[in-house]
């Protein structure tokens, strides 16, 4: 079992920055990777960004340049730096992480976080 745990939301005026952080703890073999969602009233959850255990990374095009997640592989933590926020930003943000677990078998488990909300507003 992993648990992730988020923090970093808030309300932020136009053009301002925040940082989302996300620790993962648990029982696992090892964390693949890491990645944050975004989910905003009345649509779909979409990815905005990932990075791979190797720091490879892939972000939405909505985001490109403008936000750059991170990570620190011990302890497994995924951090993302939000900067010339928009208004389109308004979302709960959702932090997700492939394990590694053991269980019988070695297989592949996705966990997600519980949300941290961004506000853009002024």
């Known amino acids: 079992q992993v648990q992730l745990v988020e923090s970093g939301g808030g309300l932020v005026q136009p053009g301002g920055s925040l940082r989302l952080s996300c620790a993962a703890s648990?029982?696992?073999?090892?964390?693949?990777?890491m990645g944050w969602y975004r989910q905003a009233p009345g649509k779909q959850r979409e990815l905005v960004a990932s990075?791979?255990?190797?720091?490879?990374?892939n972000y939405a095009d909505a985001v490109k340049g403008r936000f750059t997640i991170s990570r620190d592989n011990a302890p497994n933590t995924v951090y993302m730096a939000l900067n010339s926020l928009k208004p389109e930003d308004t979302a709960v943000y959702y932090c997700?992480?492939?394990?590694?677990?053991?269980?019988?078998?070695?297989?592949?488990?996705?966990?997600w976080g519980q949300g941290t909300q961004v506000t853009v507003a002024s």
């Open positions: 997700n992480a492939e394990a590694l677990e053991f269980a019988g078998i070695v297989r592949k488990t996705n966990y």
């Open positions: 990075i791979s255990s190797g720091g490879s990374t």
């Open positions: 648990g029982t696992f073999l090892s964390i693949n990777a």
